[in-house]
């Protein structure tokens, strides 16, 4: 069994800063791209930002320069800092991992339970 469990959500005034953080537990062999959702209410989720083993990193142009994601691997652990933050980002946030869970199987995508980020004017 494989857990994702995101913390660091909360409610911050327009202009503050939050850091997220998503840890992968269970039985893992490997952790390819580890990546950051979100999701407001009639809305698809979209892609926020995502990074690969290896450290390359993909941003949403609405989040460039404010946001940052980073990995720990020796952790499993992914982190997004988010900073000048803004009423539009306020959102749900899921976590999303691809995992290969033994060197026989093949990598699949886990989600995470999503933390609320609410952004106030």
């Known amino acids: 069994q494989v857990q994702l469990v995101e913390s660091g959500g909360g409610l911050v005034q327009s202009g503050g800063s939050l850091r997220l953080s998503c840890a992968a537990s269970g039985s893992i062999f490997s952790i390819y791209t580890m990546s950051w959702y979100r999701q407001t209410p009639g809305k698809e989720r979209e892609l926020v930002a995502s990074i690969t083993f290896a450290g390359s990193t993909n941003y949403a142009d609405s989040v460039k320069g404010r946001f940052t994601i980073s990995r720990d691997n020796a952790k499993n652990t992914v982190y997004l800092q988010m900073n000048s933050l803004d009423p539009e980002d306020t959102a749900v946030y899921y976590c999303?991992?691809?995992?290969?869970?033994?060197?026989?199987?093949?990598?699949?995508?886990?989600w995470g339970q999503g933390t609320q980020v609410t952004v106030s004017s």
């Open positions: 999303n991992a691809e995992i290969r869970r033994t060197v026989r199987d093949y990598s699949r995508n886990y």
